[in-house]
């Protein structure tokens, strides 16, 4: 003990004095490595991914340093990532986001690295060559929200990751390999690795498909938030979903497994309503051929639908949803608009007739994604009929183009590695 104050007192001397720090500190501290020199089991230090720039310039393949990430975080080697409308808001510049950045945001993958000083817990429960599905909301588990159960509210995920494009200590896990910066737009998905907070991962059974399963983490849980959160629908009730595409298709399916008694479906292409059919939907409606709130009044008896969803993001599907409800009917809103889209309604109608109207942006990872796996597994919810495409990463600007086109009628799917 005395030797040991001796050193102290000599260490605190030499500190005052502006003197060098003896070599034993610094080797203590010195533990991590540079982004260059990361890599995975003796692997390569870079690894492929997508990148957006701007608004109008077509989306361009770079090489990265491989990824790192920290603590309570997982890096995936990325299996599939979904084609999304949240993605081309982005990249029209109808939504504000860092840039440049990857986009992608519904992945599966296989895990190979935990971050240092990642929980045990963690680390166990997603051990190195498990397999996972990404949740694209990334809760942080500790904010106001994330401890109320309210994971779909987060306010790091918003403040950081939506407002900067970073996780929750303000820096991103993507640089280019001559060191540049690239922002996330949640994991950025459109890459050989990404780095995913462990909170928005959930384990994907072996039966899954990597490629199918993707979806899960955003067209399905998006419709599983506003189903069973939003919506509160219970078996009985009566359900229209305005735009059946990706999201819109997944809602059918989620209605279904929640009992509706009546589903119908409501879109401008024909091919997109054949698909609702196969997909559960009880009735469809052309709305570019018939008035579609007054096709959903008739079927419903003149009432309207227990709950309608919107998934389109305009002002005139926006209008159409709140219409469509009975009297105490909700009205769910789940499509992204770009900046400034404003909805109308008639707000005495809204007074008197107790007409709800609910966003929802999509589910809580830690206690709704292991239950949406659930229903893939069991076959309640239809994964392979809900993908319409498959195409590799060097297909990313073909398959937005035709996404922003109307030409995909499901879901289309990046399949990575």
Partial sequence: ???????????????????????????????????????????????????????????????????????????????????????????????????????????????????????????????????????????????????KGQEDLCEAFFAYNRAKGTLYDGETRLFLRNGKPVYMYSMGGLAEYCVVPANALAVLPNTLPYTESAILGCAVFTAYG?????????????????????????????????????????????????????????????????????????????????VAVEALGKALTFAQCTQSVRDGGKAVMIGLAATNVVGEIDITRLVRRQVKIIGSYGARARQDLPQIVKLAESGIFNLKDTISRKCKIEEANSAYDDLDKGKIVGRAVVEIS
């Fill in 226 to 306: 506003a189903m069973r959160h939003a919506a509160e629908l219970r078996a009985g009730d009566s359900v229209a979903v305005i735009g059946v595409g990706g999201v819109g298709s997944s809602c059918i399916q989620i209605a279904k497994a929640f009992g509706a008694s009546e589903v119908i479906a409501v879109d401008v292409l024909d091919e997109k309503l054949t698909n609702a059919k196969l997909l559960g939907a009880t009735h469809t409606v052309n709305a570019r051929n018939e008035d579609a709130v007054e096709r959903i009044k008739e079927i419903t008896d003149g009432r309207g639908v227990d």
């Fill in 1 to 147: 003990m005395a030797q040991f104050s001796s050193f102290a007192r000599s260490l605190h001397r030499r500190l005052l004095s502006g003197n060098s720090i003896p070599r034993i500190f610094p080797r203590c501290l010195s533990t991590s490595t540079s982004a260059a020199e990361y890599n995975v089991g003796g692997g390569t230090s870079f690894m492929r991914g997508v990148v957006f720039y701007e608004p109008g310039r077509p989306l361009s393949i770079e090489e990265f340093k491989m990824p790192r990430p920290k603590a309570g975080e997982v890096l995936i080697k990325t299996k599939a990532c979904g084609v999304c409308h949240s993605d081309l808001h982005v990249m029209k510049g109808e939504l504000p986001f860092s840039s440049p950045c990857v986009i992608g945001h519904e992945i599966t993958g296989e895990v190979v690295e935990h971050g240092a000083h990642t929980d045990n817990g963690v680390k166990q429960r997603f051990p190195i060559g498990s397999q996972v599905v990404g949740a694209f909301i990334m809760p942080c588990g500790n904010c106001f929200y994330c401890v």
